[in-house]
C-alpha cells in the first residue's frame, strides 16, 4: 500500500493501521485524537471528542506509542541517521533489558537484547513506522505464545 505524505499536525499521530493495533495491544491512554472506524483522523481539540465513542480509535502521537511501548514493555528505540556523501539515511534500533536469569538463555552479556534493521529509509519519519511496526511485531508475537 502506498503511504499517503500527512501534513502538518496529522504527521504527528501513528497511523490508522498502528492505532488499531495498538487498540488490539491494549492501549487506552489520554489522547489528542481518534480515528473513525473509516480511517478518518480527527482532531479532538478542534472538534471534540464524540459522545459515541466506543467505535473510535485512539490515535496516540508517535512519542505517546512510543513511550507506551518503553513503559509496558520495557521496549526502548532510537532512530539512526547515516550520513553519506550524497544524502542521508536512517535505520532504527529496538533494545530491551531480560532479567539476569536469562541471559545465559538467550547468550547474551549483560541483558541487553537488541533487534536492529539495516534498512535504509530515506527520511527519519519512514523510520519511525517502520520501528513502530516492529514493536507492535514483538508485543504480538510474545503476547500470543
Not at 478518518?40 to 480509535?57: M, R, S, V
Not at 496516540?60 to 539515511?89: D, S, T, V
Request: glycine residues 6%; proline residues 6%; negative net charge.
Amino acid at each position: 500500500m502506498e503511504e499517503v505524505k500527512k501534513q502538518g499536525m496529522e504527521s504527528l499521530f501513528i497511523p490508522y493501521e498502528q492505532a488499531l493495533a495498538l487498540k488490539e495491544l491494549g492501549f487506552d491512554e489520554p489522547c489528542f485524537g481518534f480515528y473513525y472506524p473509516n480511517g478518518k483522523l480527527i482532531q479532538i481539540h478542534t472538534i471534540g471528542f464524540p459522545d459515541d465513542k466506543k467505535d473510535c480509535i485512539l490515535a496516540p502521537l508517535y512519542q505517546q506509542a512510543f513511550r507506551w511501548f518503553r513503559e509496558k514493555y520495557g521496549l526502548y528505540y532510537y532512530i539512526l541517521p547515516e550520513f553519506y556523501k550524497n544524502g542521508i539515511n536512517f535505520n532504527w534500533q529496538i533494545l530491551w533489558y531480560l532479567p539476569k536469569e536469562e541471559w545465559t538463555i538467550h547468550r547474551i552479556y549483560n541483558g541487553t537484547m537488541l533487534y536492529g534493521d539495516n534498512g535504509e529509509y530515506p527520511t527519519q519519519e519512514k523510520a519511525e513506522l517502520a520501528c513502530l511496526r516492529k514493536l507492535i511485531e514483538i508485543v504480538k508475537k510474545n503476547t500470543n505464545e
